[in-house]
């Protein structure tokens, strides 16, 4: 048996990819027997709710746990684990459901809150909340399956159950999941809608941002969709629908094609990058920057099969009012360019 590979740390989102091709020599055993074995800090329990929700694949073909493993068998597992190394502590904080069933919930994410605890971040955030929220729910845990930034708003889905959380890490790692985006961008584009792809990985100067590479061996590939909404002259907004969910996608992509989001400081967007020299003009840039003081960016929907009814479940979200705020102004600037 050979293990082939398994994802960076620094790059997993809220899930592990497994592949093992069994030896020739291997004798028939169940496959969740198998993995146990073989991954470490995982329990068996958790391989069969992985193989209930298709997540283990045997030549491409998903098995139950009770399959018995031949020689030269490709297995492939993608298992959710805890995005935390402590204690959580239940939290009573205010946070947004837009849907909530036995299942899943839906969050409409404020900007400004942390997903989940880390260094430096260890109270306060989504995670915290969603813990109190569900004190009294025996049933139930919250369980992440993807994230999005702290100073980004916007919809998330937070699975309830193991079933669940295998289900959905499965399909954000098929790249089943529908996931549109609104941001207000520097600069005018020549084309009404355009992809960019790359492969995405740290900044080698400063960790915290991610760079757009075009050598597989310095990231992950990434694709990103873009359409125009709306242009003023200056900064135009963009949907963005993502094919994939790499880290800072969005805020990479845009900055490589020279166009970085709007306020976004890790990315030079709170500079002003285009207009005129004008005081006036520079005054009203400022002026949106204290209306906006965050990147223009919101995960707007959300859209994907439901990990337990099967059914294909939408949730849309309005534009936060910081930003609609900021795009009334370049509206109305626009008009008197």
């Known amino acids: 048996m050979q293990e082939i590979s398994e994802l960076p740390e620094e790059e997993k989102e809220f899930y592990e990819h497994y592949r093992f091709v069994v030896d020739p020599g291997q004798q028939p055993v169940r496959i ?24 283990i694949q045997v030549n491409e073909k998903p098995v139950k746990s009770s399959y018995k493993i031949k020689p030269r068998d490709i297995i492939t597992i993608v298992l959710p684990f805890p995005p935390h190394e402590f204690e959580l502590i239940a939290e009573d904080i205010p946070i947004n459901i837009v849907y909530e069933d036995k299942h899943i919930i839906i969050i409409n994410k404020d900007a400004g809150m942390v997903v989940h605890p880390g260094y430096g971040n260890f109270t306060g955030t989504l995670l915290n909340a969603l813990l109190f929220h569900l004190k009294d729910d025996t049933d139930s845990q919250p369980l992440l399956v993807h994230r999005i930034d702290k100073d980004t708003s916007g919809i998330l889905v937070v699975a309830k159950n193991e079933i669940s959380q295998a289900k959905l890490a499965r399909y954000f790692f098929d790249h089943s999941i529908d996931r549109r985006y609104v941001a207000l961008v520097w600069g005018d584009f020549e084309d009404d809608q355009g992809t960019v792809s790359g492969y995405i990985g740290r900044n080698l100067r400063n960790r915290k941002m991610m760079d757009v590479y075009q050598d597989e061996e310095q990231g992950r590939y990434a694709v990103t969709h873009f ?22 996608q969005i805020r990479a992509h845009m900055k490589h094609t020279g166009h970085p989001l709007f306020n976004d400081a890790l990315y030079g967007g709170d500079n002003i990058l285009k207009g005129t020299t004008f005081t006036k003009y520079r005054q009203f840039v400022e002026n949106c920057f204290q209306l906006l003081p965050r990147q223009a960016l919101h995960a707007k929907s959300l859209g994907f099969v439901h990990p337990i009814t099967g059914s294909y479940v939408f949730f849309d979200s309005d534009i936060p009012e910081d930003m609609q705020g900021v795009l009334e102004k370049w509206r109305n600037y626009a008009k008197n360019i």
């Open 227 to 248: 359409k125009v909404l709306e242009r003023f002259r200056y900064v135009t907004l963009i949907e963005c629908t993502l094919e994939t969910g790499r880290t800072h």
């Open 32 to 55: 969740d027997r198998f993995l146990s074995d073989r991954i470490s800090n995982v329990s068996r329990s958790k391989i069969q709710s992985a193989a209930d929700a298709n997540a």
